[in-house]
């Protein structure tokens, strides 16, 4: 039963990643097609970014009150519906109104997914599933800009959003027939908005539940600047073809899913705290070996992309215990608590792939000195947070 939720779970994590990542390789046909500057097809996937985040923050306390399964399942069909307007659209302006309802509608299976694991499990319990999700997961935004970069030149870009529309509906049946609902409706909160806001201020108010959140959402920024600058990366640093994009979201990925594999194996022989000391430091050499790369050499593969590997791999190795050492502070509002974690997650990936990466993509050495600049950052943060709560010197 754990094996088919993980697959699950791990699925309705893919849909959002699959929705940013698969259509890379079509940013220069997408621009020709609809005589767009390069900056205004950037904005297809920064509306998505911030519209992704934005409903974040709400789908844990929706999922709180109506149960799991209806917001996952409602989610589904306006993400399939999104993704067919996608393909069907004739203007720029009607693609971006698409990929705004694509970004509302993408991250509920990530957040209430999250939920569904407190919900279910607790403990090293709940840090291995969550790494064995991770782990499957991983292969979304691995795969996508591949198989995107085939669909592109094979059928073009519209076909892209074709074959999103069909993974959601794959999603929504396999939701409809194996996910149980997780969450009794003893154990739901009445829909009242002041109580609700109520708890919302609680959480902001929470200054390690803020600072353990900026920390793993800077540390991810790492990894959102690459997946920002994917299509000037690959086609003008490294000079590569459309169907070349696996030389940077392997590298990316395959670290993510070892991390998380090793992370899931490890949950109940170490501490929290002391993995998350463990993975900073593994981030922190290979930020340093890029910035140095980069700086006496021209990227060119495979050694451009190595230094990705290594980081990806220790962030997934953090991920878990940061996530839910966040998380436990809310046992009772888990749902909202991974709404607001997931917020913060995904409106720091945002600024960073959105504004950040437009700033840094036409130079490989200043993407490695931004990335090595968002993991200061998330160290600061983990240092605040652990100097903050005498738990976390203890776990």
Known sequence: MNFLLTLLLAGLSMVGPLAIDTYLPSFPAIGREFGATPLAVQQTLSLF??????????????????????????????????????ALAGSLGLLLACRVLQGLASGAGSVVGRAIVQDRFSGADAQKILGHIMMVFGLAPALAPI??????VSYGWRSIFWFLALFGVVMLVAVWRWLPE?????????????????????????RQFLLLSVALGVAFGGFALYIGSAAYFVMHILQLPETSFAWLFIPLVAGMVVGSAVSGKVAHRYAQSTLIWVAYGGMALAALVNVAYTWWFTATVPWAVLPLFFYSLALALAMPPLSLIALNHFPQHSGLAASMQSFIQMTL????????????FDSAFKLACGVLGCLAVS?????????????????
């Not at 709400?58 to 306006?78: A, E, Q």
């Not at 198989?147 to 592109?152: A, D, M, N, P, T």
């Not at 009794?184 to 902001?204: C, E, Q, S, W």
């Open 147 to 152: 198989l995107g970069g085939w669909l592109q």
């Open 379 to 395: 160290l600061l943060a983990w240092v605040m947070a652990r100097a903050g709560e005498p738990a976390l010197h203890r776990g």
């Open 349 to 360: 990936f945002a600024l960073v792939s959105g504004l950040v990466a437009p700033l840094l």
């Open 49 to 86: 970014l911030f519209c992704f985040a934005f409903m974040m923050l709400f789908y844990g306390t929706l999922s709180d009150t109506f149960g799991r399964r209806p917001i996952i399942l409602w989610s589904l069909v306006l993400y399939v519906a999104a993704c067919i307007g996608g």
């Open 182 to 206: 997780s969450l009794a409706p003893k154990d739901r909160h009445p829909f009242h908005f002041r109580t609700i806001a109520g708890n919302y201020l609680m959480v902001l108010r929470h």
